[in-house]
């Protein structure tokens, strides 16, 4: 929370605490995000401790499951770049060392970590899709799934699929 703290002013906090009655009335939050932003990953680690979240749902491709799952990925970038696997998604920001360190403190908290997105770049380019309403459908029905016990949930994902 010092991290916050420091980041964000300090009335953001105040707010997030304001909101926490009605974040609590529901089981899934979702987030939308401009992908790569340092501050997105302090706000989703400081709502999991607040809210008791127990899962999160990324916007990642499921292809990228097992990279996440390992026990303790390495946060440094010079290794990030050169891994074939995530080349596709270190563009846009997405995956980053902020990202990778939550994911690691979100492991050894024993949150459970779930990708609910199919589609790579180069399907999305192609596709008949411009506004995303397949791919956003998709991954819907996805969380939908992830949730069956109606656990308490943080979604993040890319602003223009939470509008």
Known sequence: MNNLSK?????SIETLNLLKEDFLKTNIIICGEVHGIKENYLVY??????????QVGI???????????????SENEFELKNNKIL???????????YFLNLINKLKKKDVKIFLYDNASYKDI????DPRNDIRDKIM????????????????????????
């Open 7 to 11: 980041i964000l002013k300090i009335n």
């Open 59 to 73: 916007e990642l491709n499921k292809n990228l499951f097992d990279f996440i799952k390992d026990k303790n990925i």
């Open 87 to 97: 080349s596709e998604y270190l563009s846009d920001g997405r995956i980053n060392r």
């Open 140 to 163: 819907t029905e996805d969380i939908l799934r992830e949730n069956i016990n109606n656990e308490r949930t943080l979604i993040w994902a890319g602003n223009n699929h939470t509008s």
């Open 125 to 128: 380019l192609k596709s008949n």
């Open 45 to 54: 680690e400081y709502l999991i401790d607040l809210l008791n979240i127990s």
